[in-house]
DNA sequence: CGTCAATGGTCTGAAGTCGGACCATTGGGT
DNA sequence: ACCCAATGGTCCGACTTCAGACCATTGACG
């Protein structure tokens, strides 16, 4: 300790302490470019496109060259990231006009075993995920509700919320997901919205697996009315407040199934 | 309007609406899976780095094996990267042993004509990455703040403060960097961290461009000192006021000099 | 004064990815 | 009954990226 060393900047620095710093920084920018090759990560796209809800079985994806487009991936690598879905029984093709790509995946029944296994498969990145959505989508919340919204937007919201309310429990994840991602949307940040999805994708496995009780539909229910209402409101606060508790709830409540 | 088709869900929906909320959310889930080749990414990272204030001038670059690795990407695409920066004057490399790649980058001065041309280029991205920010980092400081925090945690936190307030002002921009990205990683959260980081990276020329002048280096000091001390009291709602205090201010800056 | 280990510099063959052209199929429209 | 536009299916040549091996250089250390 106290070894100094002077820089031709002319600052006499600590070398331990800067050493350390210099571990710790490296690791947050210096981190991965590409997780994966985009084949892969087309697939994942598209899985978590289908489990989110945003197409739903019987759905028709967008034609091949538009999707491709969209992601910013060639045709042949999206048809190939295709194929590993059709082998899976998720998506099925039918070719002429008025074809297409239709979605025939249907949810599995939620299982406490499944949890466990996916959430062993996470493991230390539940805790990094947890908190990451928490802090996106309290932010966005109360982003939303500080924003001057459109009578198209407060529908949208409102939409969201009844679709949800009158869901049946086999689509209920992935409406629940609609509304929340509607939220991300209404801040008006594309970026805020992209990484909210992504931050529901990561918890998206654990979250289905979750068996959902007629309370806690309840309970979650009243949760998002308070959400909604804070939001087209106008009140950061409370759609903040409203939606750190809502988190907490589900946070415990998966914690719960693993504990 | 009104027009309602019934789809195998059993599911009666009006269509008009379906059709806005698939246009809406495909757009978000359906971005782009890579924003450039891996080469360009390459080269905006390092770049970043050094801009961010990770490394600073004279500062020797992780081993082109050892970096490469860390970015996941080929040393041979590591290296056009490096060649290109080189030729841009941001790094030099040396031979041999206890060689490696040097920073030689130097900040150029700020400049408001050049702030104006950098806003201009990102456009609506601006408001985008304003929100963006302001959600990272004010979540964060809460998060931080309500988390048990090592004593090194603490010391290194304060270190980044104390860095700051003896900062010459040529140096202002990276260590405020440092200070901000330091709250990042206090959330144990590795994607709150990597989040922030870009978020920061987005607006980091918009903000390298602002003239600096003593009296808001004084109000933002004022502003850092009561982030940390909030954070390291534990006090969430505090660090959450104080961080907003502070983006607020910085924002209405950079507008200021936008207008 | 030589050794040698760590570093940047160079090359190659394989695999991934792309853009684009062209084919095959289908069902509504004329 | 035919046409044709939109869709999935197939193929190819060019470019990018990769993994790994090998070369060249340097300076601290024995």
Known sequence: MGSVRRYDSGVDVDVTREQAR?????????????????????????LQAIKLGVFGPGDRLP???????RLGVSRETLREALRTLQQA?????????????????RMPEPDVADLRRA?????GALEDALTYRQVLEVGAAEAA?????SPEQRAHLEDRLT??????????????????????????SPSLAAAIAEARMRLNDLLNAIPMLD????????QHRA???????????????ATEEHLAATASLLRGFLA
Chains 1, 2 share one sequence.
């Open 22 to 46: 210099l571990d710790w920084e490296t690791g947050t920018i210096f981190r991965p470019i590409r997780t994966g090759n985009a084949f892969e990560e087309t697939v994942e796209r598209l």
């Open 63 to 69: 034609a091949e060259r538009d999707l491709a487009a």
């Open 89 to 105: 029984d998720c998506v099925a093709p039918r070719r002429g006009r008025y074809g297409g790509t239709f979605v025939t995946y």
């Open 119 to 123: 959430a062993r498969d996470l493991g």
């Open 145 to 149: 509700a500080r924003r001057p919204l």
């Open 163 to 188: 679709e949800l309310d009158a869901a049946p429990a086999e689509q209920y994840r992935q409406l629940d997901s609609r509304f929340h991602l509607a939220i991300g949307e209404l801040t008006g």
């Open 215 to 222: 309370r806690n539909i309840e309970h979650a229910a009243e």
């Open 227 to 241: 959400m909604v209402r804070a939001i087209l409101d106008g009140d950061g606060d409370a759609a903040r407040r």
